[in-house]
């Protein structure tokens, strides 16, 4: 299973959870999708102006969510999408997501310098790759990059989320919502497999 189908995979439980929890509490990210989503054009991704990020972390937001999800034969990126721009608004509707993203936005880019003399966005796709697999996987995670283990997990779903709730990312789950569709009731053969071969449907 490739990084595309696992993050697929994650995701469609996620929306599953969102369509089964009527009447229970609000499932993550589900209101903040709607507002966005709702409300947004494709001129307006086009037109986007920054609300939270700064210009360099909002290139950050950019090319980390395109790491995690690249376009492929099915479908674009995550920038196509509208991903960034998603996160960013997110920030201020989740005001309790700013420190934990910002600080980690923050963070990759000290472990980048310290590593490569770069910032993240800053260096190779190798160097990018090599500091991914650091904290991708938090059963393989060194002690001391569980700061980067807890941003990077967050940061993912803040993508998937993004993601499989636009246009695009509907599209590429093949979802096609509720349906017209006339049932005319049990078939002959699954009634004689209930032993009810006799009867009308």
């Known amino acids: 299973m490739d990084r595309r189908e696992a993050l697929r995979t994650l995701s469609l439980g996620t929306l599953a959870a969102g369509f089964v929890m009527t009447g229970c509490e609000t499932p993550p990210l589900k209101n903040t999708q ?6 947004i054009s494709e001129k307006d991704l086009e037109m986007w102006e920054k609300q939270f990020f700064t210009e360099h972390e909002f ?4 090319q ?4 995690i999800i690249p376009a492929d034969e099915r479908s674009g990126n995550a920038e196509e999408a509208g991903v ?5 608004f997110t920030m201020l509707d989740r005001p309790s997501y700013q420190t934990p993203i910002r600080g980690g936005l923050n963070w ?7 590593r490569f003399g770069n910032n993240f966005v800053e260096c190779t796709e190798e160097e990018k ?3 991914l697999d650091e904290i991708a996987y938090p059963d393989d995670t060194r002690p001391e990059m569980q700061q980067g283990v807890s941003f990077f997990n967050r940061f993912r779903d803040l993508v ?9 990312g509907i599209e590429d789950i093949g979802y096609m919502g509720n349906q017209p569709y006339d049932w005319q009731g049990c078939s002959h053969e699954a009634l004689e497999h209930i032993g009810l071969g006799d009867k009308k449907s």
């Open 108 to 114: 990759l880019d000290i472990q980048c310098q310290k």
């Open 129 to 131: 790759i090599a500091m």
């Open 34 to 39: 709607d507002k966005f989503w709702k409300h």
């Open 59 to 62: 290139e950050t937001v950019r």
């Open 64 to 67: 980390l969510a395109n790491m």
């Open 160 to 168: 998937a989320s993004g993601f499989w709730s636009s246009k695009i």
């Open 84 to 88: 960034p721009q998603f996160i960013d």
